[in-house]
């Protein structure tokens, strides 16, 4: 079989670092609207791994060190952008209030969470 023949990379799941379970539940589950589909500690004391879904969209959370870096960006191309975003918009979310901004490939809308990440969302435009 030659080289890379039967290779297929089926979905890549962004790691995001976190630093508050509270926090974290707030943003991506109450405000973005994400629900969790698992959650992993190897015990009651130590870190929290968690991983959100929305729409086909996964992240994975995690309070490990070492595990992603704080800052990080996220691009998800997506349909329905100006729902989402009026969505959003009428949670009146204290900490998070997203424009949605033109750019040459789409419609763009970016949140920052309480950890210094940013989820930007594009829809391509036509």
Same mark, same amino acid.
């Given at each position: 079989?030659?080289?890379?023949?039967?290779?297929?990379?089926?979905?890549?799941?962004?790691?995001?670092?976190?630093?508050?379970?509270?926090?974290?539940?707030?943003?991506?589950?109450?405000?973005?609207?994400?629900?969790?589909?698992?959650?992993?500690?190897?015990?009651?004391?130590?870190?929290?791994? /968690? #991983?959100?879904?929305?729409? %086909?969209?996964?992240?994975?959370? $995690?309070?490990?060190? !070492?595990?992603?870096?704080?800052?990080?960006?996220?691009?998800?191309?997506?349909?329905?952008?100006?729902?989402?975003?009026?969505?959003?918009?009428?949670?009146?979310?204290?900490?998070?209030?997203?424009? /949605? #901004?033109?750019?040459?490939? %789409?419609?763009?809308?970016?949140? $920052?969470?309480?950890? !210094?990440?940013?989820?930007?969302?594009?829809?391509?435009?036509?």
């Amino acid at each position: 079989m030659p080289a890379g023949e039967g290779i297929a990379f089926l979905r890549g799941i962004p790691v995001l670092r976190s630093f508050d379970e509270k926090k974290a539940r707030e943003f991506y589950c109450d405000f973005l609207g994400f629900e969790v589909q698992f959650e992993h500690r190897f015990a009651p004391d130590l870190p929290l791994y /968690l #991983e959100v879904e929305r729409a %086909g969209l996964k992240l994975h959370l $995690s309070e490990h060190h !070492g595990d992603a870096s704080p800052g990080s960006t996220v691009f998800v191309w997506m349909t329905g952008i100006r729902d989402y975003h009026a969505e959003l918009l009428g949670k009146r979310y204290t900490y998070n209030r997203p424009g /949605l #901004e033109k750019a040459p490939w %789409g419609e763009e809308m970016q949140v $920052s969470d309480p950890f !210094g990440n940013r989820v930007r969302f594009c829809e391509a435009s036509d």
